[in-house]
């Protein structure tokens, strides 16, 4: 029986201008259409359209306060997320995607990890929080395991701006989940 070649070890870096089109195209490979089913991270049941463009990542990428992670195998993008300092010692991880293919090799966990540790020493975070669609019970148990909690609290999922996708069924939120950073 052939093993499998091991892949290259994983490098995590902050983000640079040249890396907006595959980070958008990651992402898109991660959450939606048929491609991102491969994957357990897929949003193709509950939402249609994009799930984040090249202005929306150069802008993050430009913000005071904001930083895109990514994870690489080589020279390829395997994996990103998006860290945004919300002010009084909150941070927001967002945008956490993993390529399909790759999903289940620990880089949405070393991500995670990364992000905390950013966030904590470059934003100066306490707390670091996310929103996940209400429904992801797979997603937020794997947040959970994690060291976050839901906070009770709910977001809106912004119906009717396109830039986060077409909706597929009426009752979408966000539900907050939060830990603490050492």
Do not use: K
């Amino acid at each position: 029986m052939e093993r499998a070649p091991t892949p290259p070890p994983l490098r995590l870096g902050l983000a640079e201008e040249a890396d907006v089109p595959a980070v958008v195209a990651l992402v898109e490979s991660a959450y939606r259409g048929d491609g991102s089913r491969r994957g357990w991270t897929t949003e193709a049941d509950y939402l249609d359209g994009q799930r984040v463009d090249e202005p929306m990542v150069r802008a993050m990428l430009r913000q005071r306060g904001s930083l895109v992670l990514v994870a690489r195998q080589g020279e390829r993008l395997v994996g990103c997320c998006h860290l945004e300092d919300l002010g009084g010692g909150v941070a927001e991880l967002g945008m956490l995607a993993v390529d399909p293919l790759t999903q289940g090799q620990g880089v949405g966990r070393a991500l995670l990890a990364e992000g905390a540790r950013v966030a904590a020493e470059r934003l100066g975070a306490r707390r670091l929080r996310l929103l996940v669609l209400w429904m992801r019970d797979e997603l937020i148990a794997w947040y959970e395991r994690r060291g976050f909690e839901p906070t009770g609290e709910r977001r809106p999922f912004p119906y009717g701006d396109l830039r986060y996708g077409l909706p597929r069924r009426p009752d979408l939120w966000f539900s907050v989940l939060e830990r603490p950073l050492p």
